[in-house]
């Protein structure tokens, strides 16, 4: 459970950290890479949350 967590925080930190980044001024190139990081970020956090959900993580010891 907390490693989820963990891994929710930081999906959710780095689609932040990115949109954060896009506002800002860019090339083509870097504004190309940041929009396609934050899709896989939200690909990411959309994959860890459904997982969570249907209970497919398990605590291991």
Do not use: P, W
């Amino acid at each position: 459970m907390d490693q989820t967590i963990a891994r929710l925080r930081a999906h959710k930190s780095n689609i932040e950290r990115y949109r954060r980044l896009l506002t800002t001024k860019l090339t083509e190139v870097e504004r190309r890479y940041l929009e396609r990081r934050l899709c896989e970020e939200q690909s990411a956090l959309e994959a860890v949350a459904v997982l969570d959900h249907a209970g497919l993580f398990s605590v291991r010891s």
